[in-house]
């Protein structure tokens, strides 16, 4: 069934307190709720109880009296003829968590007991009104057996515990903050623990702890600083200083996001939480920060204000990854930490705003809000955030803040509030902007530039186009705002005059109509602009901007964004000229050039070694795929052309890639930035001379893995050999296996890597795998490794015979049955089928036909299935 953000309507009662009580056992888990229902003015005596079929029901008082008069249906509890006063509910419920593979509500993990709330799980627990707008304080009784689960936790503080006859315990946990029932979270297990102490700014001490299975205790000091490190950020950039005295983490094995915020006690995928250097990247260490952090920000921004229903998601997603997008910032580069989200927003969200499934970031409506928990919420969402904070300043953003929580503390609030607050603390008009939280499309920016040296005077003329997306079809201009510089002929940044005002070096454009012409005065020598820095605002840009305007504004932007920009939009013209045209692939002598002196640039006393490895990166199939068009993608041609640039640049910069791989290899590990980034700039090297045809760099990559001493550089050799048909990759594979099978996150990269591989018939390898000790479907993890990595095989996912696609079905039409939200994230590598051409698209549209005529599909894959379909 399909919910409508227009058929709002508030609950007809509040509830003002619950008090729940859990009696776990290995089956037939009991939880009784009392709840103090208040009803709205108007009620009709009726009260609607989400509740999911799993669940047993045992028994409903009201006012201490069995209460029989209700009628239950599949989506839940119609209890009748209430009491048009507060009153007492108290219901009890029977639930089996050892059977629940969906891993949503209560459910087992490694014979644990844990919970996932969010967006609906709380109704897999217990009849509720389970919407973000229903707000109570919680008491949480849990009793179990002591010796199984010692460990017994829910949000807010430890009131009571003690022993009970049969070797079982219990543990009574109060929450004084209201929340809504999808921030609940109940933990019982054996499990190990570390603790630490923060001193919040007014001077109350707060208690942190991470939980996790006792062999894993020595990994969680990175994740215990990055906690230490957020709560600080927090307090010093916003003011928000943390409300209780303790704050639990717990991880574990079986989970299908990332990581939860549930209130004081944030439960997390164990991906994000583990790590030693010899058994996480560098790149999960950052995941890590990002992401405790997120969840830790979200006690602000989620928990004490909340969203009135699901459509507002944005409201506290999209604003929590701009805070720990900022505050990754501020731990390391800002520059590269920039470029990462801009490539990440480009590849998947600009992807998903120009297919089947694209949504304004406050979507209208949805089948299962699960399947909403999307790129476009997320990351576009942090877009939209981060506009106010460019057009409003940092104090003004800060100011906007600072009023929405004035107003908005307790509450379950909407966008609209949000915009409201930013707009009022600022005294600012911004109608133009609102179109951002109804519109679904990427805005297309056209910017055309030209100097009139009489007049002394650049011009820049603007125009904007929003795409038409499935259910909209006319769009009207949006305020995007534009950062523009004008960089001079000796490279430095011309003080700009627009109006007649000195505006600075750099100015913010508020470009909210559909054409608009701005001229600088006062420009004494023609200038390349150097438009949309730091990417502000998330658009198509298209300039008309020369080769030699970009290969000057890659030398000498102040801008680090638009500096990589320079170089990417080379590459990009290259890459799409390659694969438009007609096989003879030919090289752009200017890109070898260019590309040189970025490698030199390394050498340089203060060089940025991690910016010039990102800057060194040929964009993604996935990016290019994106900007073809629709009915013409072939992956196997990009796949050629892509390849035929990284071995003909690999070739032609053969010394200079040897010279700096061996001048960044460090003796010895160390996870300080500098050691980090020559790291990945080494390993970027090594990327790169992979793909020469010479046995003695298959040898000396496998020397590196062999040798390396930390899982970084491990990885790093993995991959550089996975494509390569040599002993070296079997080798180097066994031997991996060998040294790590007994750890499950270091097996996900294993599959992981096997999975991505472009050696053609993988798929043969990948089947084996899936039989393997090392997979198991119900692990969410392990099947976002191995069938999530192999969809990224532009070979073998998009074979020509279609055995990719029928193989992701057959694994969806699996996985259905067990875990809807794991299966609709799978099937998601079909939504954009008709991108591709016709022989390829008509494949996938048979595979999403066979899927959708599956019986008993999943809510969530039939969703993702029909739109694509019907698009
Ligand atoms: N609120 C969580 C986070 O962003 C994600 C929860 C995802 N839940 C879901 N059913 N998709 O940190
Ligand atoms: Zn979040």
Redesign the pocket.
């Known amino acids: 069934k399909e919910i409508f953000l227009r058929d709002y309507k508030p609950p007809s009662h509040s509830f003002a307190k619950v008090e729940l009580a859990f009696d776990l056992r290995e089956q037939g888990t009991t939880v009784r709720s009392i709840i103090s229902a208040v009803p709205a003015s108007g009620s009709t005596g009726e009260l609607f109880l989400h509740g999911d079929e799993s669940v047993k029901l045992d028994g409903v008082t009201v006012n201490g009296s069995a209460h029989e008069r209700y009628e239950r249906g599949s989506k839940g509890l119609t209890l009748k003829d209430l009491p048009n006063e507060p009153f007492e509910l108290s219901i009890t419920t029977t639930i089996e968590p050892q059977e629940n593979t969906a891993l949503e509500g209560l459910y087992k993990s490694s014979g644990n007991f844990c919970t996932q709330c969010?967006?609906e799980g709380f109704r897999r627990i217990t009849f509720y009104q389970d919407r973000p707008d229903c707000m109570s304080t919680f008491t949480t009784r849990i009793e179990a057996d002591k010796a199984k689960y010692p460990v017994l936790l829910s949000n807010g503080n430890l009131i009571d515990s003690g022993e009970l006859e049969g070797g079982r315990h219990f543990t009574v946990w109060e929450d004084p903050w209201v929340k809504p029932c999808y921030l609940f979270a109940l933990v019982a297990g054996n499990l190990g623990m570390i603790e630490d102490k923060f001193k919040t700014m007014s001077g109350k001490d707060v208690t942190l702890r991470i939980f996790t299975e006792k062999h894993n205790i020595d990994k969680c000091a990175h994740a215990m600083t990055s906690l230490i490190k957020s709560m600080k950020w927090d307090e010093e950039t916003f003011g928000l200083e943390y409300d209780l005295d303790l704050f639990n983490i717990v991880a574990v094995d079986d989970f299908?996001?990332?990581?939860?915020?549930n209130k004081s006690l944030n439960i997390f995928n164990s991906r994000l939480v583990l790590a030693t250097p010899q058994s996480a990247t560098d790149a999960d260490y950052a995941a890590i920060e990002g992401v405790v952090a997120?969840?830790y920000f979200?006690n602000y921004t989620g928990n004490r204000v909340t969203c009135r229903d699901w459509f507002q998601l944005s409201l506290k997603?999209g604003l929590t990854v701009y805070r720990d997008q900022e505050f990754s910032a501020d731990m390391n580069s800002r520059g590269v930490k920039r470029i990462g989200d801009v490539s990440r927003l480009r590849t998947a969200q600009f992807a998903q705003d120009a297919g089947p499934m694209a949504h304004p970031i406050r979507p209208e409506s949805y089948i299962k809000m699960?399947n909403f928990?999307t790129v476009t919420v997320y990351e576009k969402g942090a877009e939209v955030v981060r506009m106010y904070e460019t057009l409003l300043g940092k104090d003004g953003f800060r100011k906007g803040m600072d009023l929405y929580f004035q107003r908005h503390d307790g509450q379950a609030v909407t966008t609209e509030d949000f915009f409201a607050a930013m707009s009022d603390a600022n005294g600012a008009d911004l109608s133009t902007f609102k179109p951002w939280y109804s519109q679904a499309g990427t805005p297309r920016v056209t910017a055309n530039g030209s100097y009139d040296a009489d007049a002394k005077t650049f011009t820049l003329s603007l125009t904007q186009v929003v795409p038409k997306t499935p259910g909209q079809d006319t769009k009207i201009p949006v305020m995007c705002p534009v950062a523009v510089g004008l960089v001079g002929p000796d490279g430095k940044d011309m003080e700009l005059t627009l109006d007649g005002k000195s505006v600075g070096t750099t100015t913010v454009l508020r470009f909210d109509k559909a054409e608009a012409t701005y001229t600088f005065t006062g420009v004494e020598a023609k200038p390349v602009p150097s438009i949309l820095r730091n990417f502000s605002a998330p658009v198509r840009l298209t300039t008309n901007l020369t080769q030699d305007d970009l290969v000057f504004l890659m030398a000498n932007d102040s801008d680090a964004f638009n500096r990589w920009e320079a170089g990417q939009t080379l590459l990009r013209t290259l890459l799409l000229d390659l694969i438009k045209g007609d096989g003879q692939y030919k090289m752009d002598a200017a890109i070898t050039t260019a590309m040189r002196a970025i490698i030199a640039g390394a050498k340089e006393p203060n060089a940025d070694k991690a910016f010039i490895a990102r800057a060194m990166m040929v964009p993604s199939a996935g990016e290019l795929s994106d900007m073809l068009d629709e009915g013409t993608v072939d992956p196997a041609k990009i796949h050629e052309a892509r390849t035929f640039v990284m071995k003909t640049l690999a070739t032609e910069l053969r010394a200079d890639l040897e010279a700096t791989m061996k001048a960044n290899s460090a003796e010895k590990y160390s996870n300080e930035p500098a050691d980090r980034a020559a790291r990945s700039l080494k390993n970027t090297c090594i990327g790169y001379l992979s793909y020469l045809d010479d046995a003695a760099i298959a040898a000396m990559t496998y020397e590196r893995f062999a040798s390396a001493d930390n899982m970084t550089d491990k990885i790093a050799a993995l991959n550089s050999l996975s494509d390569k048909e040599c002993d070296e990759r079997i080798k180097a594979f066994a031997e991996f296996y060998e040294e790590w099978n007994k750890d499950p996150l270091v097996m996900n990269k294993w599959l992981g890597l096997q999975a991505m591989s472009n050696l053609p018939n993988n798929i043969a390898n990948v089947k084996a795998l899936m039989e393997g000790p090392a997979f198991d479907i119900k692990n969410p993890n392990k099947v976002y490794s191995l069938i999530g990595g192999f969809c990224a095989s532009s070979v073998n996912f998009h074979a020509a015979d279609g055995s990719g696609y029928e193989f992701l079905a057959d694994v969806v039409i699996k996985l259905d049955d067990l875990n809807g939200?794991v299966a609709s994230r799978m099937v998601s590598a079909f939504t954009r089928w008709k991108k591709y051409e016709p022989s390829r698209s008509s494949a996938m549209r048979a595979q999403l036909e066979r899927i959708r005529a599956k019986k008993g599909l999943s809510e969530n894959v039939f969703e993702i299935v029909s739109k694509s379909l019907e698009a």
């Not at 299908?256 to 915020?261: K, P, Q, W």
Request: avoid cysteine; charged fraction near 35%.
């Open positions: 969010e967006a299908n996001m990332g990581a939860m915020e997120h969840e979200h997603e699960d928990y939200q």
